[in-house]
C-alpha cells in the first residue's frame, strides 16, 4: 500500500482482523520497492536453480536490505 507522501507499507494478511495496526511502514518509496522487488526476484531465481540459498548469499542480501532501507531489514515480515 502506498499514501500520500509515496510510502509503501506491507500489510500483515495472517494478521485475523483487519485495521491500520497490521500496516507496516518499510522505510520504502515507490524506486526503492521496485529495488527490493527486483532484488527478490534475483533471489527466488537462484532458489529456484540451486534449490538452496546459501549463509553467505543471505549475508548479502541482508546487507542490500540494509542499502535499500535500515527499516526494511528490520522489519522484514519474511524470513531470510
Known amino acids: ?3 500520500n507522501e509515496n510510502k509503501v507499507y506491507f500489510y500483515d494478511h495472517n494478521q485475523e482482523e483487519m485495521c ?3 500496516f507496516t ?3 520504502l518509496n515507490f524506486e526503492k520497492w521496485l529495488q527490493f ?8 531465481e537462484i532458489y529456484e536453480t540451486e534449490d538452496e540459498i546459501s549463509e553467505e548469499l543471505k549475508a548479502e542480501y541482508k546487507q542490500r536490505l540494509e542499502e535499500i532501507s535500515g527499516l526494511l531489514l528490520e522489519k522484514h515480515p519474511f524470513e531470510i
Open 1 to 3: 500500500m502506498f499514501d
Open 20 to 22: 491500520t495496526q497490521n
Open 37 to 44: 522487488a527486483y532484488l527478490n526476484k534475483q533471489l527466488d
Open 25 to 27: 511502514d518499510l522505510g
